[in-house]
């Protein structure tokens, strides 16, 4: 893009974004063809577990994640994989515990197990914690991909931030207000893959502008300060177990008790298939 004008780069960066969501809108009107409420809520449980399990990549990380986390870096160096070691755990007692009793009782909202277990109170509270904090989310999540829109494109073009939100929310709008979930799978294995190949190709063009090849990033990566991963001293923030733990139970309490993502899981057509899925995720 270099030689582009800032007004180009932006209405290039608008088309490549426009291209990507009228590839949502076909997937979202292919998958909506003889759609019904089983359709709508369980995908009539036949999401083929590998896509399930592919689109929960791009359904965990986020675009948040692929923002922030590089920055951390410069902080607390490679601390993070000590988390990422305990999302593995959390998993397993998701696969071991959790999908199992979720597909025994055959549940579409996993929160009727509070009703179940401990009555209407429980299931009302659960689930209304559940919109709030999904809300909260999901709201600062809108707010981020705004501000990306808003400084790569819509500052260029001078329009005001309330049209990136309104834009924003337009377009999340058109693929999924019909599909339902057997849509919303097929979506999240399509931004999943174009969020590992952004990955992919913003290592190869950093490692590029600074005029290395990729062997070179990865020694220069290894020799580097900040490419500690384990960090065994109790006193420091970093400390291993209190980050390993960390990362075990927000993975049990915002995966495994979480109705976005696990009712994708809940899709699967048998629980064997379900934690097929959610081993290869892992």
């Known amino acids: 893009m270099e030689g582009l004008s800032s007004y180009e780069r932006a209405l290039l960066t608008a088309g490549v974004i426009s291209l990507y969501f009228i590839m949502l809108v076909i997937v979202a009107r292919?998958?909506?063809?003889?759609?019904?409420?089983?359709?709508?809520?369980?995908?009539?449980?036949?999401?083929?577990?590998?896509?399930?399990?592919?689109?929960?990549?791009?359904?965990?990380?986020?675009?948040?994640?692929?923002?922030?986390?590089?920055?951390?870096?410069?902080?607390?160096?490679?601390?993070?994989?000590?988390?990422?070691?305990?999302?593995?755990?959390?998993?397993?007692?998701?696969?071991?515990?959790?999908?199992?009793?979720?597909?025994?009782?055959?549940?579409?909202?996993?929160?009727?197990?509070?009703?179940?277990?401990?009555g209407e109170s429980a299931y009302k509270t659960g689930s209304f914690f559940f919109l709030l904090s999904r809300t909260l989310g999901s709201a600062l999540r809108l707010f981020l991909a705004a501000m990306v829109f808003q400084i790569f494109i819509f500052d260029q073009l001078g329009f005001p931030f309330e049209f990136s939100v309104i834009i924003s929310m337009a377009l999340i709008l058109v693929y999924s207000i019909r599909g339902g979930l057997k849509t919303i799978v097929f979506t999240d294995s399509l931004q999943t893959l174009f969020l590992v190949l952004s990955l992919l190709l913003t290592i190869?063009?950093?490692?590029?502008?600074?005029?290395?090849?990729?062997?070179?990033?990865?020694?220069?990566?290894?020799?580097?300060?900040?490419?500690?991963?384990?960090?065994?001293?109790?006193?420091?923030?970093?400390?291993?177990?209190?980050?390993?733990?960390?990362?075990?139970?927000?993975?049990?309490?915002?995966?495994?008790?979480?109705?976005?993502?696990?009712?994708?899981?809940?899709?699967?057509?048998?629980?064997?298939?379900?934690?097929?899925?959610?081993f290869w995720f892992t």
């Open 30 to 118: 292919f998958t909506t063809r003889k759609n019904d409420n089983a359709t709508f809520f369980t995908a009539n449980r036949e999401s083929p577990w590998y896509l399930v399990a592919f689109g929960m990549i791009g359904t965990s990380i986020s675009g948040v994640t692929f923002i922030s986390i590089p920055g951390e870096v410069g902080k607390v160096s490679f601390s993070y994989f000590q988390i990422v070691l305990g999302y593995f755990f959390g998993y397993l007692v998701i696969t071991h515990v959790l999908l199992p009793l979720y597909y025994r009782l055959n549940l579409i909202s996993i929160y009727t197990y509070l009703q179940t277990r401990f």
């Open 204 to 278: 190869y063009f950093i490692s590029d502008r600074l005029g290395w090849s990729l062997g070179e990033t990865y020694t220069q990566i290894k020799s580097s300060s900040m490419s500690k991963m384990f960090f065994w001293d109790y006193k420091d923030n970093n400390f291993f177990l209190k980050q390993f733990l960390s990362g075990m139970f927000i993975t049990i309490t915002m995966t495994g008790l979480d109705q976005d993502l696990m009712q994708k899981n809940l899709t699967c057509k048998n629980l064997k298939e379900a934690q097929k899925n959610m």
